[in-house]
């Protein structure tokens, strides 16, 4: 029931997207994000970009974590895409949610120290406070699915810092 609902938010908000103007988009902001934490008590780093207009945005991101062999986690390499709604944005604060797609590179996940390619779709979850015009600070959950692999586990969560910097 779960990947029947991120589907169809995903959906619902890349057609929001798409009705967006190519003029709109083409005008919008650009945000880059640095992102620190930790996943399944193994360190976590990556960044991330937001191309917006509006209260829409399309992107991308790439998030890398270590191995913690006391929490069985390997270490693994993530690249999505996202389609990014700012339900809040007053003020100083922005709250938004980003369903999306990945791909996840995990590196000796099994017992045998064999590498595993996941596919799935991510749930982002984040908040920033603007310090500034240009830089925030926040913090965002992200929540990776695997759809296919039986190998690895269903999903790979990240809890990070954030730094952004707009343009």
Partial sequence: ?????????????????????????????????????????????????????????????????????????????????????????KNDLDVYISPGIAVTNSDAATSAGDDDTLFGPTLKIGTVYSLNHGWGVGLEYLRVFNWFSEKSPAQIDFANLVVSYSF
């Fill in 1 to 89: 029931m779960k990947k029947l609902i991120i589907i169809f938010a995903g959906i619902l908000m890349s057609g929001a997207v798409h009705a967006q103007s190519v003029e709109g988009i083409k005008e919008g902001s650009n945000t880059v994000r640095l992102l620190l934490g930790a996943s399944q008590s193994a360190f976590s780093g990556g960044v991330a970009y937001e191309r917006r207009s509006g209260t829409f945005g399309v992107g991308g991101f790439l998030l890398s974590s270590t191995k913690d062999s006391d929490a069985n986690k390997p270490e693994t390499l993530t690249f999505g895409l996202d389609v990014t709604s700012h339900l809040i944005d």
